[in-house]
């Protein structure tokens, strides 16, 4: 059986460099997303307000702030992704968590042409209802895809243990986030989760990466 001829090694240094590059960059594009755009809505407050009310429907610069801040940094998203999959040694069932963690970018693309309602109620306009829907299958997929991500072959037993732990966090803060008794603070809710989870997922996905 004849073998397919393995890549240049400048192809795959260059890849490498730029996965380094994106991963680097999802920090930053985090920061000047959210701080960006809130620095063009008076009053609005990173504590009590979810993310997703930057851009809420009859807001200052609404679809502005959609169309600039949340789809390229749902681009980015998918972009690190793509580019770091053939570079992790990901097996088994992990291969599904792992292309399950689009979710996070289709979540941040979605709500820029399926924006909340101000204040994101539970229920609200068709808009409102769609974003709330895409929500809660984004929220519960990454919670999936980070389980598989544990449950893949060849991983040390603290990597698992880590895996897990960021799933059951993930899904403990949503549902926290949505509790009326934590309404002032569900912003911070909801930002310690992002942080938690692309933290980790791109603390190992930097070491996982070849060396040369």
Same mark, same amino acid.
């Given at each position: 059986?004849?073998? !397919?001829? $393995?890549?240049? $090694?400048? *192809? &795959?240094?260059?890849?490498?460099?730029?996965?380094?590059?994106?991963?680097?960059?999802?920090? $930053?594009?985090?920061?000047?997303?959210?701080?960006?755009? !809130?620095?063009?809505?008076?009053?609005?407050? *990173?504590? &009590?307000?979810?993310?997703? /009310?930057?851009?809420?429907?009859?807001? $200052?610069?609404?679809?502005?702030?959609?169309?600039?801040?949340?789809?390229?940094?749902? =681009?980015?998203?998918?972009?690190?992704?793509?580019?770091?999959?053939?570079?992790?040694?990901?097996?088994?069932?992990?291969?599904?968590?792992?292309?399950?963690?689009?979710? /996070?970018?289709? #979540?941040?693309?979605?709500?820029?042409? #399926?924006? +909340?309602?101000?204040? +994101?109620?539970?229920?609200? !306009?068709?808009?409102?209802? @769609? *974003?709330? @829907?895409?929500?809660?299958?984004?929220?519960? %997929?990454?919670?999936?895809?980070?389980?598989?991500?544990? +449950?893949?072959? %060849? @991983?040390?037993?603290?990597?698992? #243990?880590?895996?897990?732990?960021?799933?059951?966090?993930?899904?403990? @803060?949503?549902? #926290?986030?949505?509790?009326?008794?934590? /309404?002032?603070?569900?912003?911070?809710?909801?930002?310690? %989760? /992002?942080?938690?989870?692309? %933290?980790?997922?791109?603390?190992?996905?930097?070491?996982? =990466?070849?060396?040369?």
């Amino acid at each position: 059986m004849q073998m !397919s001829p $393995p890549s240049s $090694p400048t *192809h &795959s240094t260059t890849r490498i460099r730029l996965t380094r590059a994106a991963i680097l960059a999802i920090v $930053p594009a985090w920061l000047l997303m959210l701080f960006g755009s !809130s620095a063009l809505k008076p009053g609005y407050s *990173h504590v &009590s307000q979810y993310i997703s /009310e930057l851009n809420a429907i009859g807001t $200052p610069y609404d679809w502005q702030i959609g169309l600039f801040g949340f789809v390229p940094f749902g =681009l980015l998203l998918a972009i690190v992704v793509i580019l770091a999959a053939p570079l992790l040694p990901i097996r088994s069932i992990a291969r599904i968590g792992y292309w399950m963690l689009l979710l /996070e970018a289709v #979540a941040y693309i979605g709500s820029a042409f #399926a924006p +909340c309602d101000a204040g +994101c109620p539970a229920d609200g !306009s068709r808009s409102q209802q @769609l *974003h709330n @829907l895409l929500g809660l299958l984004t929220y519960l %997929g990454t919670c999936v895809a980070v389980v598989l991500l544990a +449950c893949g072959t %060849g @991983l040390r037993s603290s990597t698992r #243990a880590v895996l897990l732990v960021v799933a059951m966090l993930w899904l403990l @803060l949503f549902f #926290a986030m949505v509790l009326p008794p934590l /309404e002032p603070v569900r912003g911070l809710v909801q930002r310690t %989760g /992002e942080a938690m989870l692309y %933290g980790t997922l791109l603390t190992l996905a930097w070491r996982g =990466l070849p060396r040369r």
